[in-house]
T-cell receptor, first 114, second 114 residues
C-alpha cells in the first residue's frame, strides 16, 4: 500500500505570493491533517479534513486555508506569504479522525519564502 | 487549548544506557498520548502511544508511562543503540483522536554516544 504523498517536495516563493500544497492520503484513509514544522515552534496543528469538511483548525491566521476532495486528497493554500511562513508542511492521514494511532505522515513540503 | 511541555530539549546518553524523556500536558480532557520519532530529513513516525485508561505500555525496548493525576507521561528507551539517535516528539489529543488534532511538545534531540 502506497504511503502518504505530498507535492511538491520543495518550493521557493517570494513574499506576497500565494502557494498551494497537495497531499494524497493512504488509500482508504479519509482523514487528512496538516501541520507546520519550524525549528522555533516545533510541530503545530493547522487543520483537519474528513469527508470534505474541515473539522477543526489550529491557531493560524485566515491566510491559511485548505480543502478536501471527494477522493480524500487535500490541498492547503497560503495567501500573501510572509517570511515566517517558511517551514516544513506535513500532512498526515488516518482511516477516520478517531484513529490517530493509525496516522501516518507524508514526507512534507519544504516551503522557503524569500 | 492544550499545552504540552517536553524535557529535556537535548539528551545525550552512552550506547547501552537508558534514556527518559518527559512531557506534561495541561488539558485534563486529553486521553491519547503518542510519541513520534523523526530522523534527520525524514517524516515523523509513530513509535508508541498510550490511552488514558492504561498506565503503562511496552514494546520491546520502548515503554511509555502515564500519570493522569499529575498530567505527565514519559518515554523510556532501554539498551539504547546508535539508530535511536533522532528527535522525539510527544503529543496529546483532547478527544482521543478526534477533530482536535495533536498538540506536540517541542521535541527532544536524543544523541547516542558510541
Amino acid at each position: 500500500k502506497a504511503g502518504v504523498t505530498q507535492t511538491p517536495r520543495y518550493l521557493i516563493k517570494t513574499r506576497g505570493q500565494q502557494v498551494t500544497l497537495s497531499c494524497s492520503p493512504i488509500s482508504g484513509h479519509r482523514s487528512v491533517s496538516w501541520y507546520q514544522q519550524t525549528p522555533g515552534q516545533g510541530l503545530q496543528f493547522l487543520f483537519e479534513y474528513f469527508s470534505e469538511t474541515q473539522r477543526n483548525k489550529g491557531n493560524f491566521p485566515g491566510r491559511f486555508s485548505g480543502r478536501q476532495f471527494s477522493n480524500s486528497r487535500s490541498e492547503m493554500n497560503v495567501s500573501t506569504l510572509e517570511l515566517g511562513d517558511s517551514a516544513l508542511y506535513l500532512c498526515a492521514s488516518s482511516p477516520v479522525p478517531q484513529r490517530l494511532g493509525e496516522q501516518f505522515f507524508g514526507p512534507g513540503t519544504r516551503l522557503t519564502v524569500l | 487549548g492544550e499545552n504540552v511541555e517536553q524535557h529535556p530539549s537535548t539528551l545525550s546518553v552512552q550506547e547501552g544506557d537508558s534514556a527518559v524523556i518527559k512531557c506534561t500536558y495541561s488539558d485534563s480532557a486529553s486521553n491519547y498520548f503518542p510519541w513520534y520519532k523523526q530522523e534527520l530529513g525524514k517524516r515523523p513516525q509513530l513509535i508508541i502511544d498510550i490511552r488514558s485508561n492504561v498506565g503503562e505500555k511496552k514494546d520491546q525496548r520502548i515503554a511509555v508511562t502515564l500519570n493522569k493525576t499529575a498530567k505527565h507521561f514519559s518515554l523510556h528507551i532501554t539498551e539504547t543503540q546508535p539508530e535511536d539517535s533522532a528527535v522525539y516528539f510527544c503529543a496529546a489529543s483532547p478527544s482521543g483522536g478526534g477533530a482536535d488534532g495533536l498538540t506536540f511538545g517541542k521535541g527532544t534531540h536524543l544523541i547516542i554516544q558510541p
